[in-house]
């Protein structure tokens, strides 16, 4: 399941730059944000598993963020 779309990554570059963006570099870009936000879940659940809770917080997503090699 795709969770970001490939039209937003071109227009996340586009938006940024004046260039035009091929739809290979605008795939690219989404597998690579999907893998790294897919790592940094895992470790944010890890963080919230290590404090004992069941519910993710955005500090447990901070901690995977600056303790990572993310």
Aim: charged share 40%; aromatic share 2%.
């Amino acid at each position: 399941m795709t969770e970001f779309s490939t039209d937003a990554m071109k227009r996340m570059i586009k938006n940024n730059t004046s260039k035009r963006v091929s739809e290979d570099a605008a795939k690219e870009l989404r597998l690579l944000v999907e893998n790294h936000a897919q790592e940094l879940a895992e470790e944010a659940v890890k963080e919230a598993e290590d404090n004992d809770r069941v519910t993710v917080r955005d500090s447990d997503v901070v901690e995977a963020i600056r303790g990572g090699d993310l």
